[in-house]
Structures are given as C-alpha cells and as structure tokens.
C-alpha cells in the first residue's frame, strides 16, 4: 500500500513553517498517543505515521529531498529501503521527540498522562551517520539497480549482544530507578519548584553495567568490515542523497543505529548527454545523407532503435524520441531523447570530388532560397537571444 503524503499526514501546507510543522504533529501525537488509546492498533498506526512524517519535515535536508522526489526519494521500505522516515518501535519515536510534549504527558515526557503509562525518560544512544559516493551509469539510472558495498564501521558486540555487560548482566540504576532522571525540589520566593536532569550515576541510561564485557570494553560495539546490499530506484540524479535506515554505525549499549547516507555520483557517458530527464544524442551526417536522406543507428540507454532521415534535412533540426529518456524518479513517466541533427563538412576533397562539386554549385537546388535564409536567420536569432 502506497505512504500517504507526509503534508496530508500532519494536515499542513506544502509551505508550512517549522512551528506550524511541529505544532501540526503534536496534535497528532497527542490525538494518536498510544496511551490515550489502549489497544487501539488503528491509532498506533497513525502515531507512527505521524511520527514518520514529521521526522522528514523538521529535517531541512530530508524535507528539500521529499519536496523534490517524493517517496521515492525517502523510501522508506523495509529491508533497506531509502528514508528518512519510519520506527521499528515505539520506543525509537518516544527517544527522538520525547521533549516535544513538554509536561504534556506528566514528567516531562510521555506516559502517565493518559493511561498511567510509566515510559522512563530515559536516554539512548545513537548511532553516527555513515556517507558513502556510489558511482551509476545511465544505464543503472534508468533501470535501477541493486548495489553491495563493504564499509568499516561500527557493529554491536556479538559476545554481548550489544548490551556492554559481559554475559549480558545489567542492573537498575539505584539512584534513578531506571528513569535516567533525577528530580530535586527547591524552596524559592514563588513556591517550591521541581526539576529534572539527567542521572550523575548511569549517564541517563538507567541501568548500570555489572562487569564491562571483554570484547567491547564495555562500549557493546566493535568495529568490522560489513557488507551492505540495497537498491536504488530508476531516475536519480547527480548530487542526489539517499539514506538507508539503520546502516551506519551501531549505538553504544544498544541504543539506535545511524543512517548510511548514499550519495550519487553520475558517470560520462560515451555518445549521450543527460538533461534532467531527457537525453541528448548528437547525429553527424555526411552531406550526401542529409540531402538524399538515410536511417541512422540510434544508441538509447535501453538498446539501439533505428530512425528515419528524410531527405532535406537541415543541420540543427532535432528529432525527438519520445519516451526514450530516463525515467522520473517519482515514477511520473519518462523523458525523451534528443537527436541532434549535424553535417560534416569535409576539410579535404580529392580533385575528382571538387569536380563534382563545382558542377553542383551552379546548381539552383543547392542555393538557399529567400524562404529558407530567413528562416535561419531567425533560427539563429533566437538562440543568440
């Protein structure tokens, strides 16, 4: 089923605000918060989704990719699919926008104010970001492809699962309980006034680690080699980004992995000249052909197509194949392919050649009529214009 329009999603405009994005998704989080609806699997949906949208909306970068190509530029899709949206879990959109609810939800974050919930405000790790230049032909633009790349980065630990503790033995933070948050009271001329800050002990985690596992000296990742597969969709272009969900480096201590961040790099191709979606292909004839007219051989990035040159054909016409370009990245069809018409004119003629010539030179046909001296000149106008 095809992902709804992230501005239709949060109910805005294409050219919202960041403050009316970010208001825009805390009345959603607050109408859809699992909390307020128990067992409402409709909702949860809804709250991720929401979640998701706003996620590529308040970032700048994701929001001018998703302005520019749509879904297909974010993806999304499960299983390595490019984005800068979608959750595992619940938790994962609890961690990365808790703080905008404020005291909405009591204590500062969610939970406990609908349904007596009691999510701690505890602190996850996260991972950094990985960037990587894929090099494509056009012939991979235009088709798609599937890529596999090995990158040095950082794994969980497999001894310890990522958790830091050797045999995967944690214990509750005895200073926050588990909250990652510790609370102090004072007495000030307006009253008493409470606050919150992040646990001295367990570095807001809310647990602490019995003994730190060997392999990882406590930090649950090492680094390795990993070899990463994902596809690209047809139609990208030079300088785009794509962002593959939870392919860069793994999180400390199991926390969220960061994003690998693709960015395309086109390669030159032999005979034919991208123009955003179209294609341009430059044709050189050799007088005899454009005056009696030929079929050329046609390089597309999908095979080789034959066309017809009618006699008489003038140097700079354009025959467009319609169709025969790359595809939008949006899936909104495809572009064209431009054939540029040329006549070689040769530099060196043998006498019997120049003979042949003199004799046609004479020639009304080859003279150019009124008709056809304006209609260059005009042609010319235009493009010093």
Do not use: W
Request: proline content about 3%; glycine content about 14%; overall charge positive.
């Amino acid at each position: 089923m095809s992902k709804r329009d992230y501005y239709e999603v949060l109910g805005v405009a294409k050219g919202a605000s960041d403050a009316e994005i970010k208001k825009a998704y805390r009345k959603k989080a607050i109408q859809f918060h699992p909390d307020k609806n128990p067992g409402d699997k409709q909702a949860e949906e809804n709250f991720k989704e929401a979640a998701e949208a706003y996620e590529v909306l308040s970032d700048p970068q994701k929001k001018q990719r998703y302005d520019q190509f749509g879904h297909a530029g974010m993806g999304g899709a499960a299983g390595g699919g490019f984005g800068g949206g979608g959750f595992s879990n619940m938790e994962d959109i609890f961690s990365a926008f808790g703080d905008i609810f404020g005291g909405h939800f009591g204590g500062g974050g969610f939970g406990g104010g609908f349904g007596g919930s009691s999510r701690g405000r505890t602190r996850q790790n996260r991972g950094s970001n990985l960037r990587v230049k894929v090099k494509l032909s056009l012939e991979d633009i235009a088709n798609g492809v599937e890529k596999t790349i090995k990158v040095n980065k950082y794994v969980a630990c497999k001894h310890c699962g990522g958790s830091g503790a050797e045999g995967n033995a944690t214990e509750t933070c005895h200073t926050c309980h588990g909250t990652g948050q510790v609370t102090q009271i004072r007495n000030t001329m307006l009253g008493q006034m409470q606050t919150a800050s992040v646990c001295p002990t367990c570095q807001g985690e809310g647990k602490i680690i019995k003994n730190k596992c060997k392999h990882c000296s406590g930090e649950g990742v090492v680094r390795e080699a990993e070899e990463i597969t994902f596809n690209i969709p047809a139609g990208v272009m030079e300088g785009m980004q794509l962002s593959i969900n939870g392919k860069g480096n793994a999180a400390r201590r199991g926390g969220v992995p960061g994003d690998l961040l693709v960015y395309i790099e086109e390669e030159e191709h032999e005979e034919l000249i991208r123009d955003e979606n179209d294609l341009i292909y430059n044709l050189i004839l050799t007088v005899p052909e454009a005056i009696l007219g030929t079929s050329a051989e046609i390089p597309t990035v999908k095979g080789k197509v034959r066309v017809k040159v009618e006699a008489g054909t003038q140097p700079g016409k354009v025959l467009r194949l319609r169709g025969k370009g790359l595809p939008s990245v949006n899936g909104y069809g495809s572009g064209d392919l431009l054939v540029n018409i040329n006549v070689y004119i040769p530099e060196n003629t043998s006498r019997e050649e120049q003979k042949v010539l003199e004799k046609l030179k004479g020639s009304e046909n080859f003279k150019p009529s009124k008709s056809a001296a304006k209609s260059f000149f005009k042609k010319m106008k235009n493009i010093f214009d």
